[in-house]
């Protein structure tokens, strides 16, 4: 039955990027949180102010890195 | 079986729609949640407030652009 191994193969395709995907609609979600929580403190404006915009750029920036920084870790200690 | 149930490209869009859909749904949620938190300090009045308002709207606007802003940070990493 090979119709069903070729279909199988992008299947797990199509599995892994949706995996992706949601790995990274996950991350953009949690960054949001994070970083509303941290920058926007006070009453909201009709526009971000401009050390709102810096702070968010800052925020998930900092945020990844230290994503990252805890896979290293976790992987090093593992070791 | 045709395999027409099993058809690549109608999965797709059925899955697409109900990633959507979920997705939607799940900021619909999160927007009231935080815009509440935010907005809603002291107790609540029969209507809401000309300033909740106007707050209510704000955030929800501005978390929506945070939102966008660094899902499109996020891509052009």
Same mark, same amino acid.
């Not at chain 1, 920058?39 to 990844?64: I, K």
């Given at each position: 039955?090979?119709?069903?191994?070729?279909?199988?193969?992008?299947?797990? !395709?199509?599995?892994?990027?949706?995996?992706? !995907?949601?790995?990274?609609?996950?991350?953009?979600?949690?960054?949001?949180?994070? %970083?509303?929580?941290? %920058?926007?403190?006070?009453?909201?404006?009709?526009?971000?102010?401009?050390?709102?915009?810096? %702070?968010?750029?800052? %925020?998930?920036? !900092?945020?990844?890195?230290?994503?990252?920084?805890?896979?290293? !870790?976790?992987?090093?200690?593992?070791? | 079986?045709?395999?027409?149930?099993?058809?690549?490209?109608?999965?797709?869009?059925?899955?697409?729609?109900?990633?959507?859909?979920?997705?939607?749904?799940?900021?619909?949620?999160?927007?009231?949640?935080?815009?509440?938190?935010?907005?809603?300090?002291?107790?609540?009045?029969?209507?809401?407030?000309?300033?909740?308002?106007?707050?209510?709207?704000?955030?929800?606007?501005?978390?929506?652009?945070?939102?966008?802003?660094?899902?499109?940070?996020?891509?052009?990493?």
């Amino acid at each position: 039955m090979d119709s069903s191994s070729v279909d199988s193969a992008k299947f797990q !395709r199509l599995l892994e990027q949706e995996q992706q !995907r949601a790995m990274v609609n996950q991350m953009v979600a949690k960054l949001t949180d994070v %970083c509303w929580d941290k %920058c926007v403190t006070g009453s909201v404006g009709s526009s971000f102010s401009h050390s709102e915009v810096t %702070c968010l750029s800052n %925020c998930a920036q !900092r945020y990844m890195e230290l994503s990252m920084l805890t896979v290293q !870790r976790f992987k090093s200690n593992g070791e | 079986m045709d395999g027409s149930s099993l058809d690549s490209a109608e999965l797709q869009r059925f899955l697409e729609q109900e990633k959507q859909k979920a997705m939607f749904s799940e900021m619909v949620g999160k927007l009231t949640s935080v815009c509440w938190d935010k907005c809603i300090s002291g107790s609540p009045g029969s209507k809401f407030s000309s300033s909740e308002s106007t707050c209510l709207n704000n955030c929800a606007q501005r978390y929506l652009e945070m939102s966008q802003l660094i899902l499109r940070r996020f891509q052009s990493m």
